[in-house]
């Protein structure tokens, strides 16, 4: 079975660009969540979703937005970038909505911001 | 404002003794508490989980204690092995599943 897969892996961009990272979750998991990883920091938690509606947003600007698909893959969109936005994104899926159950996480997305 | 607080950056045990890694909360509220094991270029992946109504939980050579009352839980891995090198996340968690994430502890077994 393939894990959490991510898109793209790394990528560039410039200040004020908009960018949307894609996760595609385990089959039959119903929840995603998205972290951002700063170096040398834990991943703080964005937004939560479970059968395409949100659940739970972290402390993070309007310009963060996502959304889930009626086949549970989500997309992290992100306007009017700033270098502070430079970080590695992870998405993590789980079937259930909250619990005890650890989450999966892909690989995350590399973002530079330059 | 850290909820979840890995005060150890860094921690080098020997091969085959214990590795205790240790991690500190202050909102009362979480329900569940994970450990998380991460190698470099991967995502995270999940070891071990605690209910806040328990004080232990124990899956092969990772026991996880959780002291309520001092809200601190532990990861204990015994023995401990090259393998287990690698940066360790404690999480908590609510029930309405979101994770706050401590910033980790890099473990290195020496073989």
């Known amino acids: 079975d393939a894990g959490v897969t991510q898109s793209p892996t790394h990528l560039i961009k410039t200040r004020g660009q908009q960018v949307t990272l894609r996760c595609s979750p385990i089959?039959?998991?119903?929840?995603v969540s998205w972290y951002q990883q700063v170096l040398g920091q834990g991943p703080q938690f964005i937004f939560q979703?479970?059968?395409?509606?949100?659940?739970g947003r972290g402390n993070f600007p309007d310009r963060f937005s996502a959304r889930q698909f009626p086949n549970y893959s989500s997309e992290l969109n992100v306007n009017a970038l700033l270098l502070g936005d430079s970080a590695l994104y992870l998405c993590?899926?789980?079937?259930?909505?909250?619990?005890?159950?650890?989450?999966?996480f892909g690989s995350g997305t590399r973002l530079t911001v330059v | 404002d850290q909820q979840v607080k890995q005060n150890s950056p860094s921690l080098s045990v020997q091969e085959g003794r214990i590795s205790i890694l240790n991690c500190d909360y202050t909102?009362?509220?979480?329900?569940?508490f994970l450990w998380y094991k991460k190698y470099p270029a991967e995502g995270p992946t999940f070891l071990i989980s605690?209910?806040?109504?328990?004080d232990k939980n124990e899956d092969g050579r990772f026991t996880v204690f959780l002291n309520k009352s001092a809200k601190h839980l532990s990861l204990h891995i015994v023995p401990s092995q090259p393998g287990d090198s690698a940066v360790y996340f404690c999480?908590?968690?609510?029930?309405?599943?979101?994770?706050?994430f401590g910033d980790g502890t890099t473990l290195t077994v020496k073989p």
């Open positions: 605690i209910s806040s109504i328990k």
């Open positions: 999480a908590a968690r609510t029930n309405a599943g979101k994770s706050t």
């Open positions: 979703y479970y059968e395409k509606e949100e659940r």
């Open positions: 909102n009362s509220m979480f329900d569940y």
């Open positions: 993590a899926s789980s079937f259930n909505f909250g619990g005890a159950g650890g989450y999966t």
């Open positions: 089959s039959g998991h119903k929840s």
